[in-house]
């Protein structure tokens, strides 16, 4: 798809971490271990956003609008990875952000000069850009909710606004290329639900790892995806899960509050609770 959009403005800003974050009332003693530790790790993953849009870039090379939403959105997550780095360093001086995300970048790989999306079309792409997106507006704000950090709180509400809006942007590229690749709605489910399972893989499990145990324990995917989910699904609500899932039904083509959509809705707040288990027991 060809645009005639101008080239890329300097990315807009909505608010600054230094500037727009109340550090005055930040209170260590409110701070819960495993909030700091799943704070680290988010912190990593949100910092890489560098990559992630040269890939976008790369894929969409002749789409200049696109391009300049990309530009801002890479400057927004990269500030995301800041701000939660310096909080987690206020917290514990002991915690080093550039030295633990030097090693997440060293194991975690992109690339970044990809002609062609790994979702097989554009559309697809779209969709499954939609779905980080969920996750992330759906984690920031169940994490914002749980701690009773002040200016954590500060920190989620604002990375959960701009996460809902990356969405938004993400689905309407969506329905720009959507009659182009001819994608239908189980097509888009089923990008869906892989990007979705990709979070077992090790973006998430590494980012803790770095981010916590780096250098001091050898890595194991399976050890710390459990160690970072068991802790993470802790702070879901159902009203968190449910509002994400109809993001995914959305992106997905497919009509949320429908029988099918509660019965996804049931399940997913049981699979939660599962992992929530899992660290009371642990």
């Known amino acids: ?131 980080v997106e969920t996750g992330t507006s759906s984690y920031y704000s169940a994490l914002g909710e749980a701690t009773e950090e002040p200016v954590l709180k500060v920190i989620c509400e604002k990375i959960a606004a701009d996460e809902f809006r990356h969405y938004k942007t993400f689905y309407d590229n969506l329905r720009r290329y959507l009659d182009k690749d001819k994608l239908n709605k189980w097509q888009r489910l089923g990008v869906a639900l892989s990007r979705i399972a990709e979070s077992e893989d090790d973006e998430l499990a590494f980012a803790y790892y770095a981010a916590n145990d780096g250098g001091e324990k050898p890595y194991d995917r399976k050890i710390y995806n459990r160690e970072y989910a068991r802790r993470a699904y802790s702070y879901y609500q159902p009203k968190h899960i449910e509002r994400g899932l109809a993001m995914v039904f959305k992106a997905s083509g497919l009509k949320p509050h429908t029988p099918v959509f509660n019965i996804a809705t049931k399940t997913a707040v049981w699979f939660m609770g599962r992992r929530a288990k899992q660290k009371r027991a642990g």
Not at 19 to 27: E, G, H, K, S, T
């Open 1 to 131: 798809m060809t645009t005639t959009a101008t080239p890329a403005r300097a990315p807009r800003e909505h608010w600054h971490y230094e500037r727009d974050i109340p550090w005055n009332q930040l209170d260590p003693s409110k701070v819960d271990a495993d909030v700091l530790k799943v704070a680290k790790a988010a912190s990593m993953v949100e910092y890489n956003a560098q990559d992630y849009g040269k890939y976008l870039c790369s894929v969409f090379h002749d789409d200049l609008e696109f391009q300049a939403a990309v530009h801002n959105w890479v400057s927004e997550e990269v500030q995301h990875g800041k701000v939660l780095g310096l909080w987690c360093e206020r917290v514990d001086p002991t915690f080093d952000h550039e030295k633990a995300f030097k090693m997440y970048r060293e194991k975690i790989v992109i690339n970044t000069e990809a002609h062609k999306s790994i979702r097989g079309s554009r559309a697809g792409e779209m969709v499954a850009r939609c779905m």
